[in-house]
């Protein structure tokens, strides 16, 4: 595992954290030119968390949801059924980033008919895949964990299974959690996870209700997945070459990272997989190339980036508006080998679950 990759000089700012919104990874190198707390000291935990000078904030950024904002969807947890004669696998299903949106999430999920009014899983054997991004700017992040914990043992009791893939906010809540203001080497400066939380949508309900199960079974995610010739990862980005040449590899080795606790490890981990847009412009499907010749499968299936930014309906370079998200569903790119699942629900776009496979 390469250690530190990426570090670049010390430069007379900090990288809190500017690396980690977007659009900050457009090119997917370099920090803010300016930094909401100069120096070295992290920031207090109850300090306002300023953009960088010159920043506006416009209707393009990712926006942060207050638990009131939306209504609440309670699931009460259910019987699990034994399972029904299993005759070979069942279709394949992906849900992009959820941010916290339980409510948005219930209501994709029962529009493909995997759970039920009462938010019971009742597809037999259907298989289902999240690929990270639980937590952080929607309203309740812990709910969609607790959902996803649920309906796992409901689908293995059918006959089916439901996974998830570990995703950057995962390693920025668990990171958060852990090692709060204990400052890392960004690379550019001092920054700490609890400071990155927060400018990223960390949501202290989400905090107060984090116990050490959620700890634990973000801590076991896999990294990345093959299913059906699809490769399944959470980042738009090659950065998981630097951990390994097989998908058991950097599993391995992603979990290995998490489970020596080290906050400069960790960090590093987070910072590489908060990387995005390998595979959008020139070079992007030599890129996509890159991954399925190591790793396997025919197309790549990825979260994290929202699809009005691959798009370029919001947050163009001349930073005018065209019109707002419009996202219809999944988006293939980078010549039919990429597949974009994040539809931008944390800015009024779309919660995706989609079937695979994808027609071209």
């Known amino acids: 595992m390469t250690q530190g990759a990426g570090q670049g000089p010390e430069v007379e700012r900090t990288a809190t954290l500017r690396d980690f919104r977007v659009p900050a990874y457009v090119h997917e190198t370099g920090p803010y030119d300016h930094s909401a707390h100069p120096g070295n000291a992290a920031p207090p935990l109850d300090a306002p968390l300023d953009p960088p000078d010159g920043y506006t ?9 207050n638990r009131g ?6 699931v009460d947890p259910a019987p699990v059924q034994a399972a029904p004669a299993a005759t070979g696998p069942g279709p394949l299903f992906v849900v992009g980033d959820v941010h916290g949106y ?8 029962q529009d493909k008919g995997l759970i039920d009014a009462a938010g019971r899983w009742c597809a037999g054997t259907a298989r289902l895949w999240f690929l990270g991004d639980f937590t952080d700017r929607g309203p309740d992040g812990i709910g969609v964990i607790d ?15 439901c996974k998830a893939l570990m995703g950057n906010h995962e390693l920025l809540l668990l990171g958060a959690k852990r090692f709060g203001d204990t400052p890392v080497n960004s690379g550019a400066g001092t920054a700490t996870f609890q400071a990155a939380w927060l400018l990223n949508g960390g949501q202290k309900y ?12 973000m801590a076991r995610l896999d ?21 390994g ?9 992603v979990r290995e990272t998490i489970t020596r606790n080290d906050a400069d490890e960790v960090w590093d981990l987070f910072r590489k997989f908060t990387k995005r847009f390998s595979f959008r412009d020139e070079g992007g499907a030599d890129a996509v190339r890159s991954l399925l010749d190591t790793y396997g499968g025919t197309r790549i299936v990825h979260g994290h980036s929202p699809i009005p930014y691959l798009l370029g309906d919001v947050g ?12 219809e569903g999944p988006h293939l790119y980078a010549e039919g080998l990429a597949i974009a699942m994040d539809g931008g629900v944390t800015m009024a776009g779309k919660l995706l679950v989609q079937q695979l496979p994808l027609d071209s």
């Not at 163009?316 to 996202?327: H, I, L, Q, Y």
């Open 57 to 65: 904030p416009t209707q393009r950024d990712l926006p942060v949801i």
């Open 69 to 74: 904002d939306t209504l609440q969807v309670t």
């Open 102 to 109: 339980l409510d948005e999430l219930v209501a994709a999920l």
């Open 147 to 161: 959902l996803v914990m649920r309906l796992s043992a409901e689908a293995a009791a059918a006959g089916g299974y």
């Open 206 to 217: 989400d905090m107060d209700r984090l116990q050490d199960h959620h700890l634990q079974w």
């Open 223 to 243: 990294a990345m997945e093959a299913v059906d010739g699809h490769l399944l990862v959470h980042s738009d980005t090659t950065a998981y070459l630097d951990y």
């Open 245 to 253: 040449d097989s998908i058991e590899a950097v599993n391995d080795t």
């Open 316 to 327: 163009s370079e001349d930073g005018e508006d065209n019109g707002g998200p419009r996202v």
